[in-house]
């Protein structure tokens, strides 16, 4: 007898790692992994659509990626303007909302320009929306929505309570995951939604990112519906 699926996936996370480690075991330069890695989430956004997932936010590189080489860190921004750049037609085609979340400042001008052009020309599509993660981290997007928080509500303190905080941060809008994938083997959020994720369902997988596959996706989602989501009570 097939169990009931009770709750509905509705919103993901994916911490997308493993493309260095799995271009290295096959004899492959790490920029090449992450080049991979990049076909790897347009692949995922069909899998999603397909299952009925409206909203993913993708961890493509957080506050600390900066301490990588500039090579790599330089190569990663060019895949991120090349993904924007030829893939952007195919979001609008598929009524995807694009939304990029994370210190914006920090990047290239250019690259702030293109991602400004990719939000605004899709803005009124939809249902499904892909968020990108990039130059983010978690603690900081906490402190500044409570920088924020404090200066709206600074006559009216105890009148602000978790929903008016959540407003200040940069997922303002979207629903808090239901789940979160980690690939490539680690089992830790590495400063990923630490205010969104207090109830989501974890998942981590030893698949590389570019190793990741429908099958595995789907077999997560049904596994994750499955599970008992309390929320306390």
């Not at 990663?76 to 195919?90: D, G, Q």
Request: charged letters at 30%.
């Amino acid at each position: 007898m097939v169990k009931e699926i009770k709750n509905q996936i509705r919103t993901i996370g994916i911490i997308m790692d493993g493309n260095r480690r799995w271009a290295e075991k096959r004899g492959l330069s790490r920029l090449a992994g992450h080049r991979h890695g990049a076909e790897k989430l347009r692949e995922l956004l069909g899998w999603a659509r397909g299952a009925g997932v409206e909203t993913v936010i993708a961890y493509a590189f957080s506050t600390e990626n900066w301490r990588r080489t500039k090579t790599e860190v330089n190569f990663l921004f060019k895949l991120f303007r090349r993904f924007l750049n030829t893939e952007i037609n195919a979001l609008v085609a598929d009524k995807t909302i694009f939304r990029c979340i994370g210190d914006r400042a920090s990047l290239p001008e250019d690259l702030q320009s293109d991602i400004a052009k990719a939000e605004a020309r899709t803005k009124d599509l939809g249902p499904q929306t892909l968020v990108i993660a990039v130059s983010y981290g978690g603690r900081a997007e906490i402190v500044a929505a409570a920088k924020t928080f404090a200066y709206r509500y600074r006559d009216k303190i105890n009148t602000g309570g978790e929903k008016e905080f959540s407003q200040g941060l940069s997922t303002a809008g979207l629903l808090d995951p239901d789940l979160i994938i980690r690939t490539g083997g680690e089992q830790r959020l590495s400063n990923f939604l630490p205010w969104q994720s207090v109830y989501s369902e974890l998942v981590f997988t030893p698949t590389h990112w570019p190793a990741f596959t429908r099958k595995e996706f789907i077999n997560i989602l049904a596994e994750a519906k499955n599970r008992d989501r309390r929320f306390g009570k």
